[in-house]
C-alpha cells in the first residue's frame, strides 16, 4: 500500500516527532519530583533523569523507537530504513548502557507504555 501522504507531509509528520520532554517523559517527572532526579542532564549517552548521588540513570524508551516487544509494530512502507534504524537505537542503547555501568552507574530503562499504563 502507498504512503496517503505526500513526501513533503510525510516530512513535515516526521520532524514534529520529540525527541525530547515527551509526553511519558514529563509524567514521569512529575513523579520524581523532589527524590533528587534530574531531568534531561548532560551526561553521556542522553539519559532522561540521573541521580548523581546514587548514580542512577534512567531512560524512558518509545515503544516505536526502542522495539517494545509488546507493542512494536513494524512500519509497512520503507521497510529496510526503519528496520536499520530501529536495529541501531537497539545497539546503541547497549552500548550507551555497556559504558555506563561500566563507569559505575547504574541503568534503568523504562518502556513508555508502562508510564502510560500506571498514569502516574
Excluded at 525527541?19 to 539519559?47: I, R, V
Amino acid at each position: 500500500m502507498a504512503d496517503v501522504h505526500t513526501k513533503k507531509q510525510r516530512s513535515y509528520n516526521m520532524s514534529m516527532i520529540r525527541g525530547k520532554k515527551t509526553k511519558p517523559e514529563l509524567l514521569f517527572k512529575k513523579a520524581l519530583y523532589g527524590s533528587g532526579f534530574s531531568y534531561q542532564p548532560k551526561l553521556f549517552g542522553n539519559p532522561d533523569f540521573i541521580n548523581r548521588k546514587n548514580r542512577i540513570a534512567v531512560f524512558v524508551d518509545g515503544c516505536f523507537w526502542h522495539k517494545c516487544p509488546k507493542h512494536y509494530i513494524p512500519p509497512k512502507q520503507n521497510v529496510e530504513f526503519w528496520k536499520k534504524k530501529i536495529d541501531d537505537n537497539i545497539k546503541r542503547d547497549k552500548k550507551v548502557t555497556d559504558e555506563l555501568k561500566e563507569k559505575g552507574w547504574k541503568v534503568i530503562r523504562i518502556w513508555e507504555c508502562k508510564i502510560k499504563k500506571i498514569r502516574l
